[in-house]
């Protein structure tokens, strides 16, 4: 009997909304092209475990709309294990693989990038909700993070509203402040603080300024949005995070403890903080993040047919592309300016109270 030609499937990194929709897309896309699909579990530590499975189209159907990996996920590099790379060779050799799909943000992508110049054939995925890969328009589980961020905007408009408030949000985003920018636009948020703009001291006080101006102004009520990033006087407000299965990293988190304080302190007004945290990253995708998943699925499963490896699908305006996946490595894609000053405009940190 011949035996089928395979391909394989990871998740690596941080898991987010839409997973699914692209291991079903790049699945469905494979088996069309006559290739058997290995799904690798806990994404490169699957290959260390000899842990995966069969992905079959029972498999891969009515998982479009589910949140998280069917996978599962993990941070393990394998680059940072003892003859790691040499046990991923050995194993994908075993599997009879022919090319391999990886869904991951800058950290996976940037490991895959390193494993493809060793020479494994690969082609990359991007995904993460903070939106900070280089070179696509957008990553998936972006738009289902903002969706989630916009909601409970708008949910403490109305509380704050109720009670005249300050109401401050913390949302997710380590290094830039896309998930901030876009909910806090869209929820017509009074300030939003982002990593990529350092909060010193005189940018706190005219924060606390604004604020007490509106309400002095008859708005008896604000709304602030905080990306988890944003260094105040000079410092990112972290702790450490048990990880068992890899190198530890700090963990974001407070900052927008902080500046409620701060508001609070300065302005006398009643001021409270909700931190969205990992709801923002669970649950199901939007339908945005559903057709870009299957859509990067469908690609990569071309790509890798057409042996097109070292690639990364990418969003550039309406168009789905392949860009060398080696430019994830450059750096982290930080929020368009343009677009923030948009909002910013609408706020007294730089136009009108
Ligand atoms: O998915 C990206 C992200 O949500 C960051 O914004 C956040 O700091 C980080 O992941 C935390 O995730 P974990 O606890 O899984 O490392």
């Not at 699909?37 to 842990?51: A, E, N, Q, T, Y």
């Not at 993460?128 to 589980?141: A, F, L, M, P």
């Not at 939007?286 to 990569?300: E, H, I, M, P, S």
Request: hydrophobic share 40%; proline share 3%; with cysteine.
């Amino acid at each position: 009997m011949v035996e089928k030609k395979r391909i394989g499937i990871l998740t690596g990194g941080g898991d987010c909304p839409g997973l699914n929709a692209a291991i079903r897309g790049a699945a469905k896309g494979a088996v069309q092209r006559g290739y058997e699909v290995i799904g690798i579990h806990s994404g490169w530590k699957g290959f260390l475990d000899r842990d995966d499975e069969l992905l079959d189209s029972a498999r891969t159907s009515g998982i479009i709309d589910r949140g998280g990996t069917i996978l599962g996920t993990s941070r393990v590099s394998p680059l940072a294990v003892e003859n790691g790379t040499k046990f991923v060779f050995e194993r994908f050799e075993e599997l009879r693989l022919e090319g391999l799909v990886v869904l991951g943000g800058e950290g996976t992508l940037t490991v895959s990038g390193i494993m493809f110049d060793k020479g494994l054939p690969l082609v990359g995925i991007p995904k993460t909700i903070d939106n900070d890969v280089k070179d696509t328009d957008y990553s998936i589980g972006f738009q289902t993070a903002v969706q989630i961020a916009t909601d409970a905007l708008d949910r403490l408009r109305s509380t704050a509203e109720s009670h005249h408030r300050i109401m401050l949000l913390e949302v997710m985003g380590r290094d830039t402040g896309w998930i901030a920018t876009y909910a806090g636009l869209a929820a017509g948020a009074d300030a939003i603080l982002i990593p990529e703009i350092p909060v010193d001291k005189t940018k706190l006080e005219w924060l606390c300024y604004t604020v007490h101006e509106r309400n002095r102004k008859g708005r008896r009520y604000s709304i602030v949005v905080v990306a988890e990033g944003t260094k105040l006087e000079g410092r990112s407000i972290t702790r450490e995070e048990c990880d068992t299965s890899s190198e530890k990293r700090p963990l974001f988190g407070g900052v927008g403890e902080l500046v409620g304080e701060a508001i609070q302190k300065s302005t006398g007004l009643e001021t409270r903080v909700s931190t969205l945290g990992y709801i923002q990253r669970g649950g199901t995708p939007v339908a945005y993040d559903r057709n870009l998943a299957t859509a990067f699925g469908a690609k990569a499963a071309e790509l890798i047919a057409n042996k097109k490896f070292g690639m990364m699908t990418a969003l550039k305006g309406n168009t789905i592309r392949a860009v060398p996946l080696k430019n994830v490595a450059t750096g982290k894609k930080t929020v368009d300016m343009k677009l923030y000053r948009v909002a910013e405009r609408f706020f007294g940190l730089g136009g009108e109270i």
